[in-house]
């Protein structure tokens, strides 16, 4: 397995406090807020948090599936995670949408192989939800996080060996080291 058995014996399962349409939630949001301590008036910031998507073709064969992630501060905790094999392509942004806006407007990360492209174009373009990441194509430099304003940019990550294996090498250190929580 990628993760180490000793540290998958240690790992906790923890029961989620709520369960809707596939969607486990381990920890409400924590919204921004605006507080007024002796007549000022205060923005408390919430949590800071990221979606991270994969998509299948809603036949049955695969799951798509996402968890939400507290990026607040390290160690990054799973605060949620959605997980359906009949979800169709067409109605899964809309599920995307609806739980990173709950989640304090959440970046959003879709893998774009195969129908992955048309989840974060819908996700993007048609429900308009502008946290979704935006990745710069850089040639043999591979892909980069860009804020968008370079000429070859795509919506979501192209996975490749390279990209799978830095992917699974970063995982792996951050749970092995306890700096990602997951449930």
Same mark, same amino acid.
């Given at each position: 397995? =990628?993760?180490?058995?000793?540290? =998958?014996?240690? =790992? ?39 979606? %991270? ?14 968890? &939400?992630?507290? &990026? ?45 492209? #048309?989840?974060?174009?819908? =996700? ?7 946290? &979704? ?9 591979? #892909? ?29 250190? %951050? ?9």
């Amino acid at each position: 397995t =990628l993760i180490s058995g000793s540290k =998958l014996k240690n =790992l906790s399962w923890i029961v989620p406090k709520k369960r809707i349409d596939g969607l486990d939630i381990y920890e409400d949001p924590v919204l921004d807020s605006i507080q007024t301590i002796s007549g000022k008036t205060f923005k408390v910031p919430g949590r800071t948090y990221a979606i %991270m998507v994969d998509v299948a073709r809603g036949l049955g064969l695969d799951y798509s599936a996402f968890s &939400v992630i507290d &990026v607040s501060e390290i160690p990054y905790r799973q605060v949620a995670k959605y997980r359906s094999k009949e979800i169709s392509p067409l109605i899964y942004p809309t599920i995307i949408y609806s739980t990173a806006v709950l989640y304090n407007n959440a970046f959003v990360l879709v893998e774009i192989c195969d129908i992955g492209a #048309q989840v974060a174009d819908i =996700l993007h373009y048609e429900l308009e939800y502008d946290n &979704v990441i935006k990745v710069a194509i850089k040639g043999k430099q591979g #892909q980069q996080v860009s804020a968008g304003h370079v000429k070859r940019i795509q919506l979501g990550v192209k996975t490749s060996s390279v990209t799978k294996k830095s992917g699974c090498a970063n995982i792996k250190n %951050m749970i092995e080291t306890d700096n990602f929580i997951i449930n």
